[in-house]
């Protein structure tokens, strides 16, 4: 027979946890002596303790472990291999959420250390009307999201014939009278064709802009968003105007992907 000492120190756990565990009933030792009431376990009982161990660091708590023994699925293999497969299936699903969160803070920490106070100088220019045709993106209506609707641009950019610049389209973000919904068209600038069909015209006015150049992964734009709107505008007296705002690719854009891309923001001001 093995005391509980004993049992303790081959697994790495206290006295206390083994008297615990037999108050309430889960791992109960083989004889308790009468004259001493030292507890003593039988060498046939340690693959049960090494079982609710094992549970245990897994994050199951007493309970559930207790009604495993009740129901007598403490010992069956099949179960307990369904159970882990499960934990190792929620264990996959938390590894690529801290994987997520840990690309966000590694993008904090640059984005961070790349703007550190120091603000960006625009360009400002005055430019005349022009007419872009493409494919349309509504925020409240559309299905999917803007980068899925650039995927099915892309393959039917040739149906533009009269474009201007072949080698530069427009991200066109139109917004509503509302101010809460809005358009998003990509596009090339074309001279007033009839647009193939799913596809639409806008006449974009005449305008004065700030132009700033995002540099990097497309997914990174809103930082820099963010930084026209709350730190660089501001700093440069520029007051934003209700109009159409747009990027503008072109042959320095190498990708969404490519952190050597780079696009220019055109923002309405006054």
């Excluded at 009604?67 to 299936?89: F, H, N, P, V, W």
């Excluded at 009307?129 to 999201?145: C, K, P, R």
Aim: proline content about 6%.
């Amino acid at each position: 027979m093995l005391t509980i000492g004993l049992v303790a120190r081959l697994y790495g756990i206290t006295a206390k946890t083994l008297r615990h565990y037999d108050a309430i009933g889960l791992f109960t030792p083989a004889r308790v002596g009468e004259d001493n009431l030292y507890r003593l376990y039988a060498p046939e009982q340690l693959p049960e303790l090494r079982a609710i161990l094992f549970l245990r660091s897994m994050g199951l708590s007493l309970d559930s472990i207790q009604e495993m023994k009740r129901s007598g699925t403490l010992g069956d293999a099949d179960y307990i291999k369904g159970l882990l497969q499960q934990r190792a299936d929620a264990i996959q699903d938390e590894m690529g959420s801290l994987n997520r969160q840990l690309q966000d803070i590694h993008r904090m920490v640059e984005y961070m250390t790349n703007t550190g106070g120091i603000p960006v100088e625009p360009k400002v220019i005055e430019k005349e009307a022009f007419t872009i045709v493409g494919m349309e993106w509504h925020s409240q209506s559309s299905e999917g999201d803007i980068p899925s609707m650039w995927q099915r641009f892309i393959p039917r950019e040739h149906e533009i014939e009269s474009k201007r610049e072949p080698k530069v389209s427009y991200g066109i973000c139109i917004p509503m009278d509302d101010c809460e919904d809005f358009t998003y068209v990509a596009c090339y600038e074309a001279d007033g064709e009839q647009p193939p069909a799913g596809m639409t015209k806008v006449n974009v006015p005449a305008q004065r802009y700030a132009v700033f150049t995002h540099k990097g992964k497309t997914e990174s734009m809103g930082e820099t968003y963010e930084l026209i709107y709350g730190k660089w505008l501001p700093l440069q007296g520029l007051k934003v105007t209700k109009g159409i705002d747009f990027e503008r690719y072109d042959e320095r854009f190498h990708g969404p992907e490519s952190e050597s891309s780079e696009v220019d923001i055109y923002i309405p001001i006054e």
